[in-house]
Nanobody
Framework: QVQLVESGGGLVQPGGSLRLSCVTS????????MAWYRQAPGKQRELVAG???????NYADFAKDRFTISRDNDKNTVYLQMNSLIPEDTAVYYC?????????WGQGTQVTVSA
């Protein structure tokens, strides 16, 4: 019933950029700290970045200084700006709340970084 719709993934060359979007409902957006996660083939899902309702952010080591998480309160949308992409960033990217709920996982959006 909770709708979290990710978009913006695609195929990019190393060094390229993508901007991911996650759209949810107003109530979900307003009451939760939000986050981006990713899962690469053969690996566990991992936290990429989080953003609190107050705007404070946190990043995984691999994401700091390359990725930027932000939120648009008017659009109920969480963004992930991804720069300087490397092949290791290839994964399905998901949004959820910062303390992830198992029943909130959606389809995600595929990011592939390859020459």
């Amino acid at each position: 019933q909770v709708q979290l719709v990710e978009s913006g993934g695609g195929l990019v060359q190393p060094g390229g950029s993508l901007r991911l979007s996650c759209v949810t409902s107003g109530i979900i957006f307003s009451i939760n700290n939000m986050a981006w996660y990713r899962q690469a083939p053969g690996k566990q899902r991992e936290l990429v970045a989080g953003i609190r309702r107050g705007g404070q952010t946190n990043y995984a080591d691999f994401a700091k200084d390359r990725f930027t998480i932000s939120r648009d309160n008017d659009k109920n949308t969480v963004y992930l700006q991804m720069n300087s992409l490397i092949p290791e960033d290839t994964a399905v990217y998901y949004c959820n709340r910062e303390l992830a709920r198992d029943d909130w996982w959606g389809q995600g959006t595929q990011v592939t970084v390859s020459a």
